[in-house]
């Protein structure tokens, strides 16, 4: 079956499909806020505010950031694999993209979660 | 990228590879333009995260920080920029779609590809265009 692909012996399956559901996932949520921006023209502080309300839109954006960061971290981390053939910089680099990707999501759910 | 995992992690001499060190000797056919403006946005986009996080927040902040968001935003240099991360972000996000597409196998013939592959480009610059119209008009 198919599915056996999806198991820890092939973790580059794993790596591919998840890039795609993520992409699948920001996809649908790009399409939703640039319709949203445009019905809502939230020109004022307080309708920016209004804007940022709805809590399904609060956790719509926080799962879109969720995808974000994990479509992030398999791109990028191919990124390194291709043009970063030293394995000491490489993996240095690798740490430093985890700990930024860990810290905007920190702050990513502070700004979507308050109030 | 599809790489090889059995060429990638062969135990060869690495002085024996062949290296291609001239760029110019290097062709770049347009479904090869696309995936690699596709790499460049993708990286862009990831770069600009902590600046989007920041804009955010002083615009959430206060009445007066939304303002100084929107005066900031408002400058012609700044909205240059704006629009040349609009862009990054139409044509990483067309050439994804276009890629979900071939991955279920749709559009992949090489003549087909070369027509998407143009149909990505066009859209990417035509939304940014449709985005600077809006922007100052
Ligand atoms: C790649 C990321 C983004 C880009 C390139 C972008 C671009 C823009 C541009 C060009 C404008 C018009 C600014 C102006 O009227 O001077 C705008 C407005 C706006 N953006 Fe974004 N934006 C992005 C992400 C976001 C996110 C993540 C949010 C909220 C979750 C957001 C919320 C808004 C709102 C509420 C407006 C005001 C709409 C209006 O005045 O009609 N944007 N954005
Ligand atoms: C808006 C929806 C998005 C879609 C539909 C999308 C789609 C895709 C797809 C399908 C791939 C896989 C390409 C491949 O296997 O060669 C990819 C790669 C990538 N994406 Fe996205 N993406 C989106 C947003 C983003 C964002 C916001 C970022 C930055 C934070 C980003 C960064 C990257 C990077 C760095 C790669 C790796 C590029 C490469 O290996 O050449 N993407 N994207």
């Known amino acids: ?9 092939y973790p580059g399956m794993r ?8 992409a699948l996932i920001m ?26 309300q709805p809590s399904w839109f609060r956790i719509a954006s926080w799962l879109f950031w969720i995808s974000l960061s994990i479509h992030a971290w398999l791109g990028i981390r191919d990124v390194f694999k291709d043009y970063v053939p030293n394995m000491q910089m490489r993996s ?10 860990w810290v905007y999501i920190a702050w990513a759910s502070w700004l979507f979660v308050r109030k | 990228m599809q790489v090889n995992e059995t060429q990638s ?8 590879r062949p290296k291609n060190l001239n760029l110019f000797t290097i062709r770049l056919p ?5 995936s690699i403006l596709h790499r460049a946005t993708g990286c ?29 935003l408002d400058s012609p240099f700044i909205k240059l920029m704006l629009l040349g991360l609009a862009w990054a972000f139409f044509h990483h996000f067309f050439a994804g779609v276009r890629h ?15 027509y998407t592959s143009k149909v990505v480009l066009v859209l990417g610059v035509l939304a940014t265009v449709v985005l600077a119209v809006k922007l100052w008009a």
């Open chain 1, 15 to 22: 790596a591919w499909l998840m890039q795609r559901l993520t």
């Open chain 2, 44 to 72: 862009i986009l990831f770069l600009v995260l902590p600046i989007i996080l920041l804009l955010l927040q002083l615009a959430l902040s206060s009445a007066a920080h939304f303002e100084r968001v929107v005066s900031i």
């Open chain 2, 9 to 16: 992690s062969c135990h060869c001499k690495a002085k024996n």
């Open chain 2, 30 to 34: 347009i479904n090869a333009l696309v």
């Open chain 2, 100 to 114: 979900l597409a071939m991955d279920v196998h749709w559009m992949t013939t090489l003549m087909k590809a070369r």
């Open chain 1, 92 to 101: 240095v680099l690798l740490k430093i993209l985890v700990v930024l990707l």
């Open chain 1, 1 to 9: 079956m198919m599915t056996k692909l999806l198991t820890k012996r």
């Open chain 1, 27 to 52: 996809a649908v949520y790009s399409v939703m806020l640039f319709i949203r921006i445009l019905i809502l023209q939230a020109d004022s502080y307080e309708a920016f505010l209004d804007f940022f």
